[in-house]
């Protein structure tokens, strides 16, 4: 199974920009989504999960921001972020994994990462 992320780059501070993930094939033991982030020196943190059903969430500090979504036809995640700050600069990795009892657990599923900086 691969993982293909793709839509990063660089922008300034207030602008937006949509990334994509696509997966190689359906996976029945991991079939919800997610993306994650990882800022230079910082731990990988979870953004936003959308499970098999459509239920979405975003976490806190970007819920305003961000929206998640996965078109199941084309088996593609995809995370649209707007009014970007210098603090969203990281590399964002999509995730396959279970949503289970209100939580959403990454599976051994990840794609190559794909470099967001926000310039100020």
């Known amino acids: 199974v691969q993982l293909q992320a793709s839509g990063g780059g660089l922008v300034q501070a207030g602008e937006s920009l949509r990334l994509s993930c696509t997966v190689s094939r359906r996976i029945f033991s991991a079939n919800s989504r997610a993306w994650f982030r990882q800022a230079p020196g910082k731990q990988r943190e979870l953004v936003a999960y959308?499970?098999?059903?459509?239920?979405?969430n975003v976490v806190a500090p970007m819920k305003d921001r961000f929206t998640i979504s996965r078109d199941f036809a084309k088996n593609t995640l995809y995370l649209q972020m707007n009014n970007l700050k210098p603090e969203d600069t990281a590399v964002y990795y999509c995730?396959?994994?279970?949503?289970?009892?209100?939580?959403?657990?990454?599976?051994?599923?990840w794609g190559q990462g794909t470099l967001v900086t926000v310039s100020s």
């Open positions: 959308v499970t098999s059903d459509g239920r979405t």
């Open positions: 995730n396959a994994g279970r949503y289970v009892y209100g939580s959403y657990i990454p599976e051994d599923y």
